[in-house]
């Protein structure tokens, strides 16, 4: 029911967060605000995505208003690369 966001790696340039859980409502405004306070500091964000089980349409929403140039989605599975797609993210 909820989304675990776990950060296993940071370095000056970037930082690598590892997704669990469900990316829904309250969870993808608290996933959108911890992405936004490193890209702050000028780090590119690795999301490892291979845990997520389920995303609903606020988290679509917040994953494609992300900038692509400094997001990288990784093993994202299908489900969620398809919405991604759908909802506007190349």
């Given at each position: 029911m909820m989304l675990k966001i776990t950060t296993i790696q940071e370095?000056?340039?970037d930082v690598l967060i590892?997704?669990?859980?469900k990316i829904?409502?309250?969870w993808a405004t608290?996933?959108?605000g911890e992405c936004r306070s490193y890209l702050r500091q000028e780090k590119a964000v690795h999301l490892d995505c291979?845990?997520?089980d389920f995303i609903?349409?606020?988290?679509?929403?917040?994953?494609n208003n992300l900038p692509q140039t400094?997001?990288?989605?990784m093993s994202a599975p299908g489900f969620i690369t398809e919405l991604?797609?759908?909802g506007g993210r190349s």
């Open positions: 370095s000056r340039r590892k997704l669990e859980g829904t409502d309250q608290l996933l959108d291979s845990h997520v609903d349409a606020r988290g679509v929403e917040v994953l400094q997001v990288n989605l991604l797609q759908i």
